[in-house]
């Protein structure tokens, strides 16, 4: 919990991103332990907000995507491996990605109504180590997100009722992210921004602490 005289920053964050996943442990353990809380925004990955993004970009990106998250995992200690399903779908003949996508849709909704319940970080650090940190196949079926939902506080059934009875509130929250995240400075995720400064990438986490620091930044 945050108290009155605490910093706070917006972190801009998707269900799709490894390096949204690679970043979550520092920020859950610098909250835990400073003076500074974190209001997570959740965005839809760019594959969803520009269906051609990956048609047009140069094929070394995604390689060197592949090969960079693998290390970072590997250099953070993080359990890492791609996710099956992967929580966008593309089709392969077109390397296009079609408008239905439940996967991340659903993510992104429940992510803004844990934020909105006040478990927004423990929620989407709970869901995206059940993604992403190899531990789980199929992590859309049983019971694995109502799992992680209660490690977070949170019971997954009500968060589903909450989004079926109002899911234009969720679309149009998550519309929001979006057009405040571009005015913070970035597209990307991770996205963290403190005071109307942006820092892009989970390997800009120090230098927020840094400015965090400057601005008075005390241990609990």
């Known amino acids: 919990m945050s108290s009155a005289g605490d910093q706070a920053f917006d ?28 209001n997570v925004r959740i965005v839809y990955p760019i594959a969803v907000r520009q269906a051609d993004f990956f048609q047009k970009v140069d094929p070394l990106w995604v390689f060197y995507l592949m090969k960079d998250t693998y290390r970072t995992a590997e250099f953070l200690g993080l359990p890492y491996r791609w996710p099956l399903p992967d929580p966008v779908y593309m089709d392969p003949a077109t390397r296009l990605y079609p408008p239905e996508q439940p996967h991340i849709h659903r993510l992104s909704q429940l992510g803004v109504a844990a934020a909105e319940a006040g478990h927004g970080l423990a929620f989407i650090r709970e869901v995206s180590h059940t993604i992403w ?47 405040a995240q571009r005015l913070a400075g970035h597209y990307g995720v991770p996205l963290m921004a403190l005071d109307g400064e942006p820092f892009f990438g989970q390997d800009r986490f120090d230098q927020l602490v840094w400015r965090l620091r400057q601005k008075g930044l005390t241990a609990r």
């Open 133 to 179: 940190s190899g531990t789980v196949d199929n992590w859309h079926e049983g019971d694995h997100l109502a799992q992680a939902a209660a490690r977070a506080g949170l019971d997954l059934a009500a968060l589903d009722a909450a989004i079926a009875a109002d899911p234009d509130h969720y679309h149009d929250a998550i519309e929001a992210n979006q057009d």
């Open 11 to 38: 972190l801009y964050w998707s269900f799709r991103s490894p390096y949204s996943y690679l970043l979550l442990p520092r920020v859950a353990d610098l909250v835990a332990t400073h003076s500074v809380s974190c």
